[in-house]
């Protein structure tokens, strides 16, 4: 009886540590690999929003505390133009889509945004996950309005880090679909208009790679069948 005891027991811990996250299993800061889609740049490469440029602080991708980071404020100091992306286009509804080179849980958002106040900035928008890079499968994550922290016309130009909480999901990529822009001091609609907005950087909040990581329910559910056939067995064993 003990022996079952103990067998139950251990089922139970096994089923509790696999369901449950690990302790480091949240809140790394990560970079996307790159950006693979976006409107047509009306200044700047989309991807030097990914590479850390212009910011006051930086952190080790994927390894980093994305809490400890944040608290820390960092900020985007914009000194070149080859430090944020301008985009531009007659066709409106352009989103900007990020690979994160695997599947993780994404949690939050940190975004860095247009530098320049009068134009560009980012004001509505939405987040969509997604973990085929046509968007498919796209899951609506969050939306959210930006600040408009921007300065003059003149170099250079600090932003402060915005982050958005999202709904959790395991996902390869991420859109932000700009709704809102301000285009001289007036707002744009993105998607009814011609796309008109930039941003400074964006970075991740994510647990580990999620495949590796968080085990099907059928891996548990076999391992826990597999435990009540050995006490099972055990059972009308010593019984017979």
């Given at each position: 009886m003990k022996q079952d005891q103990?067998?139950?027991?251990?089922?139970?811990?096994?089923a509790a540590g696999l369901l449950a996250p690990s302790p480091g299993s949240a809140g790394?800061?990560?970079?996307?690999?790159?950006?693979?889609?976006?409107?047509?740049?009306?200044e700047s490469d989309p991807n030097s929003v990914i590479d850390q440029s212009g910011l006051s602080l930086g952190y080790v991708d994927g390894v980093t505390d994305f809490a400890s980071y944040i608290a820390q404020a960092p900020a985007h100091d914009t000194t070149s133009r080859d430090e944020y992306f301008a985009a531009f286009s007659p066709n409106p509804d352009l989103p900007i889509d990020f690979d994160l080179g695997a599947s993780y849980r994404i949690f939050q958002l940190a975004l860095w945004?247009?530098?320049?106040?009068?134009?560009?900035?980012?004001?509505?928008?939405?987040?969509?996950?997604?973990n085929t890079?046509?968007?498919?499968?796209?899951?609506?994550?969050g939306s959210f309005t930006a600040l408009n922290d921007g300065g003059g016309n003149v170099f250079p130009q600090?932003?402060?880090?915005?982050?958005s909480d999202l709904s959790d999901t395991n996902a390869r990529y991420l859109r932000i679909r700009v709704l809102t822009s301000?285009?001289?001091?007036?707002?744009?609609?993105?998607t009814g208009d011609s796309t008109q907005?930039?941003?400074s950087e964006a970075a991740f909040d994510t647990g580990p790679v999620s495949s590796t990581e968080i085990p099907e329910p059928g891996t548990v559910t076999m391992?826990?069948?597999?435990?009540?056939?050995?006490?099972?067995?055990?059972?009308?064993?010593g019984n017979a």
């Open positions: 103990r067998l139950f027991a251990l089922s139970a811990l096994l790394i800061i990560r970079s996307a690999v790159e950006v693979v889609n976006a409107p047509p740049a009306l945004n247009y530098p320049f106040r009068s134009v560009g900035a980012i004001l509505g928008f939405e987040v969509y996950t997604a890079v046509d968007f498919l499968d796209a899951m609506l994550v600090t932003n402060g880090v915005q982050v301000v285009s001289f001091d007036e707002v744009l609609d993105v907005y930039g941003l391992m826990l069948t597999g435990l009540g056939v050995l006490i099972f067995r055990r059972r009308f064993a």
